[in-house]
Each structure stands twice: as C-alpha cells, then as structure tokens.
C-alpha cells in the first residue's frame, strides 16, 4: 500500500494519537469523509457553470431580443 509497510502505518497512528488525543479523532475521520465525499462529487458533477453573474445577465439579455 503505497510503499508503505504495516510498522509505519502503526508508527504513524501513534503520532496521531499523540498530536490530537483520542476524542479529537472521530472529528478528524468526519473532516475528511466529507472533503473526500466533496471532492468526488465536485470532479464528477458535469452541470458546474463558471461564467460571472454579469456574462450570464448579458448572454440572457441577448437571447431574448
């Protein structure tokens, strides 16, 4: 996984443990579900419109002369 063996990946729960505290973790895992979950939805949604306000205003004002 990654290059990275079971001993690192035990020695890196630790130090998280260590830095955050065990009540803090449940939070963490929830952070990052959701900007995980986000960032699927964002890279997989096609209806993203980018265009400023004012060229939408603007190409609308046209079509309906």
Known sequence: MFGIGTSELILILIIVLIIFG??????????????IR?????????GIDVTPEKE?????A????
């Open 22 to 35: 065990v009540g803090k973790l449940p939070d963490i895992g929830t952070g990052m579900g959701k900007a």
């Open 38 to 46: 986000n960032f699927k939805k964002a890279t997989s949604d096609d």
């Open 56 to 60: 939408k205003f603007e190409g609308e």
């Open 62 to 65: 046209k079509k309906g002369k």
